[in-house]
């Protein structure tokens, strides 16, 4: 069985466990760096990217999360994607650069902060998992406001891409690990 790890440093990381257990995997909660020789794959959860940054560095996890993804699948939900983008905004902050996508955190502004909405995803999401609208959990999200030449966009919100993919690294500005849907983390799991 493939092992998925989860960064437990800070944010929603027990939420995302279970959502592993309900697609089939056993999940790694991952606190250190030679953890990483253990799992085939890691999701760096929902939280807070500021904090979750400082304990990255205080943990000494930086560098061996960039040299993690540069050969594994790596997938950022929320705060996650933040540290995955190339370029954060409002305000800056350092990131591993591993998704060619540029971000803008909270900026849903105060009366859109957090909510649930219904989507339907892109056909090619409904194709490789199953069909079905998504409920997307957004909680204090960042906005995708740029996609590189070789992402694809899975699924929008309001016409801004909210899951994306690049080769074997995938993002979502919303929560798949609140909902019973399982279909996000299994399309994650077939990366391993
Ligand atoms: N607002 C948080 C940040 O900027 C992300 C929120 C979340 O992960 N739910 O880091």
Redesign the pocket.
Known sequence: MKRAGVLALQ?DFAAHADALRRAGAEPVLVREAGQLQQIDGLIIP?????TMLKLLHLDKLFDPLAHFAATRPVFG????A?LLARQVSNPAQESLAVMDIDVE??AYGRQLDSRVAEIEPEPEFRDRTAPGKLETVF????VIRRTGPRTKVLARYNGDPVLVEEGRHMVATF?PELTPDARVHSLFLEKL
């Open positions: 944010g929902g939280g807070e990217s500021t939900t929320c705060a996650g933040i955190r909270n909680i204090r999200a960042p929560h």
